[in-house]
């Protein structure tokens, strides 16, 4: 079972997908990049939180950077799964 943000972030009620970071990671880098490239081309909305900017994020996700969130529940950390990304913003059960 995914784990779900933690209660109350503007993860739950922000874009399809988010994508957990924090500064000076270069895998958060690559990882927006390529959730911005299959955004773009299924015309979904996504965003970037850096967990360094809050207490509880921080402790959430930790080392675990770049994690990668679908409609708030966890897809995967430190490298991204193109497929099962796209599965799950088309519904094909991701």
Known sequence: MADRAPEGDAVAAGPR???????????????????????????????????????????AYGDRVPVILVDGAELGSWTLDEPQLRAALLGDGG
């Open 17 to 59: 997908v988010t994508v957990m970071t924090r500064q000076g990671c270069p895998p958060c880098h690559t990882m927006q990049a390529e959730v911005q490239r299959i955004c773009a081309e299924l015309g979904q909305s996504w965003t970037v939180i850096d967990v360094d900017t809050d207490p509880r994020l921080r402790a």
